[in-house]
């Protein structure tokens, strides 16, 4: 899954201010990919559903799982707090829930007990098996940003020792306020859309049947990926709802790379994007969504 805050999508408040640049029309991008933008007018397709698009409907959201979650345990934990206060067996007894949210906890990007691999599924081996607690030991100072799949896997097992399910709790206090009604950690195959390869799906991580599950297992409708962002960026939204969100000056996102996709919100001079791109370069979908929004507000 991908470190949030190498998306291009930061520079485009930048690029609107100066406003000189030449961009492309991005509908011209060629691929497997669909988008919608909201202005000020509400929402249209900027790409409409085609190819793999056209015949399933549930789409990986990656890391923008993260997102739900982080919200999740700003609403319902004492952030505040040692991890160790929940979940005694951590090594680290100074680690609060709050740097698990900001990535800031020291803790590496998967634990030493996994790695991640070009080919092979890095969550396989998790499957069916509870987190190792005594896997999360931190390898940076405490207070620095490291980028942690690990750290959201360790909030996902505080989640379900507080509430019984992190799933249930998120889906509580986040996907039903916000609309959604298609979430799901393992869809049904025939429902996924995926890239093919020599004319054969490409089979995505398991990262839903997983403990890491809470870094990145959600799956929905590309409507209610919309309905997130919507919900999230509403005017009156607290601070809680993208507080594992990304920001840099008025700009912000969260966005998420697996196996063979990538999808991104984007929020820009009162111009937003979803993006969500299949079987393209890594952050193929940030790409697109700063050229989406640089290309609306030169309209």
């Not at 999508?9 to 930048?14: D, F, G, I, L, Y």
């Not at 509400?42 to 789409?59: D, F, K, P, Q």
């Not at 996902?156 to 399910?165: I, K, Q, R």
């Amino acid at each position: 899954m991908s470190d949030n805050t190498t998306t291009s999508a930061a520079r485009v408040s930048q690029l609107d201010r100066r406003g000189r640049r030449q961009v492309r029309n991005p509908l011209e991008r060629s691929g497997h990919w669909r988008a919608s933008l909201r202005t000020a007018d509400g929402w249209r397709t900027a790409r409409e559903a085609r190819g793999s698009y056209a015949t399933a409907s549930m789409l990986e959201w990656g890391s923008i799982t993260k997102g739900l979650v982080g919200t999740t345990a700003c609403l319902t934990l004492e952030v505040e707090r040692p991890v160790a206060h929940y979940l005694p067996g951590v090594p680290d007894a100074e680690m609060t829930v709050a740097d698990l949210v900001h990535h800031t906890s020291g803790l590496p990007r998967l634990p030493a007990t996994m790695r991640d691999r070009v080919f092979a599924d890095p969550y396989r081996e998790a499957v069916g098996v509870r987190l190792d607690l005594a896997a999360a030991v931190p390898a940076t100072p405490r207070g620095q940003f490291v980028y942690s799949n690990l750290g959201y896997a360790l909030l996902g097992a505080v989640l379900d020792e507080v509430h019984g399910d992190w799933f249930a709790a998120v889906r509580e206090h986040v996907i039903e306020p916000a609309g959604i009604t298609s979430a799901a950690l393992v869809p049904a195959p025939a429902e996924r859309v995926v890239p093919k390869f020599l004319g054969r799906p490409i089979t995505p991580w398991a990262l839903g049947q997983s403990s890491f599950a809470a870094a990145g297992g959600v799956w929905s409708t590309f409507d209610d990926l919309c309905r997130y962002a919507d919900w999230a960026l509403a005017p009156d939204a607290g601070g809680a709802r993208t507080v594992s969100w990304q920001r840099e000056g008025a700009s912000s996102w969260i966005n998420g790379e697996v196996r063979a996709a990538g999808a991104v919100i984007a929020n820009a001079a009162g111009v937003t994007a979803v993006v969500h791109a299949l079987a393209k370069a890594p952050h193929a979908a940030d790409k697109i969504a700063t050229a989406l929004i640089e290309h609306e507000v030169r309209r």
